[in-house]
C-alpha cells in the first residue's frame, strides 16, 4: 500500500541534543511538509520541499533543518536552537507543487511525538 | 498573511444529531478549502473538500458551504456516529503559494452514544 511512513512514533531527547525525524513516502509525490501540531494551536507550517534537492522555510523555521535528497525522504533535524521543541510533527506530501495546479490533496504520515526530558 | 479562524474549539453532540463546525480566513485570494479529520495518534486526513468557484458540496452525511463574500466556510455533519468522534481541522491555501495551507485550530467533536 502506498502512504507515508514516519519514524521513531516516539522520541525522548534530552536538551541540547539534536534529533532527527525521518519521512518517507513510496506515493511519488513531488511535494513533501512538514508541520508541528501543538494542542489549541492547530498546524503550523515548519518547512516544505516542492522538489528534490530544493526547500523553503515555513512560518517556524527557526531551530529546524531539512534535506531533500531523493524523492522519497524528507528528513526533519530538531536542532538544541529550538527553543521548546516537545510537540508532535507531522510529514505530509501531495502529488505536485501547489503552484501549478488549482488546488492538490496533503496526505498525512501518522506522527512523531518528541519529548524533551 | 491568511489567517484562518475555527470555532468551536470544542463540540459535544448526541448521538444522530447535527454538528456544525466553522471557519472564517483572511485572504479574499484564497481559492482551495479543505476539511481534515484526525483520530487520536493518527496523521489527519482529507474528508471533504471545497474550491473558490462553488458554494456548496456533499458527501453522504458531511457537506461543506463556502461564502466568499463573508469568507467563511462551514463543515456540517448530519446523523452523527460515535466514530464521527476526532479532531476536525479546516485549512485555506491561497492562489500560487506552493501548495502552502494555513490550518485552523482544530474542533475536537465528541458524539455520545
Known amino acids: 500500500d502506498g502512504g507515508i511512513t514516519q519514524s521513531p512514533k516516539y522520541l525522548f531527547r534530552k536538551e541540547g541534543q539534536n534529533v532527527t525525524l525521518s519521512c518517507e513516502q513510496n506515493?511519488?509525490?513531488?511535494?513533501m511538509y512538514w508541520y508541528r501540531q501543538d494542542p489549541g494551536q492547530g498546524l503550523r507550517l515548519i518547512y516544505y520541499?516542492?522538489?528534490?534537492?530544493?526547500?523553503q522555510k515555513g512560518d517556524i523555521a527557526e531551530g529546524y533543518s531539512v534535506s531533500r535528497e531523493k524523492k522519497e525522504s524528507f528528513p526533519l533535524t530538531v536542532t538544541s536552537a529550538q527553543k521548546n521543541p516537545t510537540a508532535f510533527y507531522l510529514c505530509?506530501?501531495?502529488?505536485?507543487?501547489?503552484?501549478?495546479?488549482?488546488?492538490?490533496?496533503?496526505?498525512f504520515g501518522a506522527g512523531s511525538r518528541l519529548t524533551v526530558l | 498573511g491568511e489567517n484562518v479562524e475555527q470555532h468551536p474549539s470544542t463540540l459535544s453532540v448526541q448521538e444522530g444529531d447535527s454538528a456544525v463546525i466553522k471557519c472564517t480566513y483572511s485572504?479574499?485570494?484564497?481559492?482551495?478549502f479543505p476539511w481534515y479529520k484526525q483520530e487520536l495518534g493518527k496523521g489527519p486526513q482529507l474528508i471533504i473538500d471545497?474550491?473558490?468557484?462553488?458554494g456548496e458540496k456533499k458527501d453522504q452525511r458531511i457537506a461543506v458551504t463556502l461564502n466568499k463574500t463573508a469568507k467563511h466556510f462551514s463543515l456540517h455533519i448530519t446523523e452523527t456516529q460515535p466514530e464521527d468522534s476526532a479532531v476536525y481541522f479546516c485549512?485555506?491555501?491561497?492562489?500560487?503559494?506552493?501548495?502552502?495551507?494555513?490550518f485552523g485550530q482544530g474542533t475536537e467533536l465528541s458524539v455520545k452514544p
Open positions: 505530509a506530501s501531495s502529488p505536485e507543487p501547489g503552484h501549478y495546479s488549482g488546488a492538490n490533496v496533503l496526505t
Open positions: 506515493l511519488n509525490h513531488d511535494a
Open positions: 520541499s516542492q522538489i528534490v534537492n530544493d526547500f
Open positions: 485572504d479574499s485570494a484564497s481559492n482551495y
Open positions: 471545497i474550491r473558490s468557484n462553488v
Open positions: 485549512a485555506a491555501r491561497l492562489r500560487d503559494q506552493g501548495g502552502k495551507l494555513i
